[in-house]
């Protein structure tokens, strides 16, 4: 045998046994891959870092200080609740201790700010099924964004829908974030310490000092944004109305529970002009909900996006959408009220 020859089958010796250890680690990189993050999923799994119920171990009630995207997911199956607040902004400054005290029904907001229908949804969904007795009360905000012809009911932010699905599959998928793994520390410091600060259990999130920080109360130049005339360009006016429709599907699971569907104030500058082609699609949705609230037994409109008083007072908002306290309890008061009528 020549002495090329050997170096050759050498050469084919080294590269055979170097792509062996390459495919060697491959393999063993695979498998590392694959247990870490089948470990990192049955630790999110078990620990449940939002409270969802889903683990099989029995933890510390509640979560920790959080956005209300995700902390609805513990206050939404609190047994305590029998009342509760859907929507976003619009119905944020509705109190459930103030309900509570003139209905004798304990609520809960299940409010995210900045949603539409689609998420408002997917909230009383998870209520009503994380219900041990039928729920006494179900408030709705219906803004214009529930008002969409459009089928899919688009959001414009981020919801962590994946967090209240029905498939568990898509549940144990969505712990597979990276905020859910930045959440660890902070969920197994809220278990073991027992020290750990408790979110609010009833959702309650008053923004009146936040506005009034940003100078909404004062700022000439914010003050002044109150008179601009609203949009221009019409509307929904003559459906579908497909958030309608999904609501009184959805209230199908609790045929008796008494249903408030509340349109909330806006500041005068942005009710629309009377024969204009918004005032017609605002006549559409709300025949919409009202043809709901006919049909439907146990349900009242509560309409407070009409002209009336309250509405032409500047010092009653701190934009043209957000009212301040003294017109949420005059809301509550109306909520009351209704309530106790459909008793």
């Given at each position: 045998?020549?002495?090329?020859?050997?170096?050759?089958?050498?050469?084919?010796?080294?590269s055979a046994a170097s792509e062996a250890r390459w495919?060697?680690?491959?393999?063993?990189?695979?498998?590392?891959?694959?247990?870490?993050?089948?470990?990192?999923?049955?630790?999110?799994?078990?620990?449940?870092?939002?409270?969802?119920?889903?683990?099989?171990?029995?933890?510390?009630?509640?979560?920790?200080?959080?956005?209300?995207?995700?902390?609805?997911?513990?206050?939404?199956?609190?047994?305590?609740?029998?009342?509760?607040?859907?929507?976003?902004?619009?119905?944020?400054?509705?109190?459930?201790?103030?309900?509570?005290?003139?209905?004798?029904?304990?609520?809960?907001?299940?409010?995210?700010?900045?949603?539409?229908?689609?998420?408002?949804?997917?909230?009383?969904?998870?209520?009503?099924?994380?219900?041990?007795?039928?729920?006494?009360?179900v408030i709705v905000g219906i803004d214009d964004l529930?008002?969409?012809?459009?089928?899919?009911?688009?959001?414009?932010?981020?919801?962590?829908?994946?967090?209240?699905?029905?498939?568990?599959?898509?549940?144990?998928?969505?712990?597979?974030?990276?905020?859910?793994?930045?959440?660890?520390?902070?969920?197994?410091?809220?278990?073991?310490?027992?020290?750990?600060?408790?979110?609010?259990?009833?959702?309650?999130?008053d923004y009146e000092p936040n506005y009034i920080g940003?100078?909404?109360?004062?700022?000439?130049?914010?003050?002044?944004?109150?008179?601009?005339?609203?949009?221009?360009?019409?509307?929904?006016?003559?459906?579908?109305?497909?958030?309608?429709?999904?609501?009184?599907?959805?209230?199908?699971?609790?045929?008796?529970?008494?249903?408030?569907?509340?349109?909330?104030?806006?500041?005068?500058?942005?009710?629309?002009?009377?024969?204009?082609?918004?005032?017609?699609?605002?006549?559409?949705?709300?025949?919409?909900?009202?043809?709901?609230?006919?049909?439907?037994?146990?349900?009242?409109?509560?309409?407070?996006?009409?002209?009336?008083?309250?509405?032409?007072?500047?010092?009653?908002?701190?934009?043209?959408?957000?009212?301040?306290?003294?017109?949420?309890?005059?809301?509550?008061?109306?909520?009351?009220?209704?309530?106790?009528?459909?008793?």
């Open positions: 045998m020549s002495s090329s020859t050997s170096s050759s089958d050498a050469a084919v010796g080294a495919a060697g680690f491959a393999r063993a990189f695979a498998v590392t891959a694959l247990l870490a993050l089948l470990g990192t999923l049955t630790l999110a799994w078990l620990i449940d870092p939002y409270d969802t119920g889903n683990t099989p171990l029995s933890l510390r009630e509640g979560v920790r200080p959080q956005g209300p995207r995700t902390a609805a997911a513990s206050r939404g199956r609190d047994p305590a609740f029998l009342g509760a607040i859907f929507g976003n902004s619009h119905v944020q400054l509705l109190s459930p201790e103030r309900l509570q005290a003139q209905t004798g029904i304990p609520f809960v907001s299940l409010i995210a700010p900045a949603s539409g229908p689609k998420e408002g949804l997917v909230l009383i969904d998870w209520y009503l099924r994380h219900r041990r007795e039928p729920a006494r009360a529930w008002c969409t012809a459009d089928p899919a009911m688009p959001n414009a932010k981020p919801f962590p829908f994946w967090l209240y699905s029905r498939d568990r599959a898509e549940y144990l998928v969505g712990l597979l974030r990276f905020d859910v793994l930045e959440e660890f520390q902070r969920r197994i410091v809220y278990l073991l310490t027992g020290r750990g600060e408790r979110a609010r259990p009833d959702g309650y999130w940003m100078g909404y109360d004062r700022d000439p130049a914010k003050r002044a944004e109150l008179e601009l005339p609203g949009p221009s360009g019409g509307g929904n006016a003559s459906g579908p109305f497909p958030a309608v429709q999904a609501l009184e599907a959805l209230m199908q699971a609790a045929p008796s529970t008494p249903l408030i569907l509340l349109r909330p104030p806006v500041y005068r500058s942005l009710l629309p002009v009377p024969g204009s082609a918004e005032a017609a699609a605002e006549a559409g949705c709300r025949g919409a909900f009202a043809s709901l609230a006919a049909r439907r037994p146990n349900t009242t409109l509560i309409d407070w996006r009409r002209d009336r008083p309250e509405l032409h007072d500047p010092n009653q908002f701190f934009d043209r959408s957000h009212y301040r306290q003294p017109i949420a309890r005059l809301i509550e008061a109306d909520i009351a009220a209704a309530l106790k009528a459909m008793r």
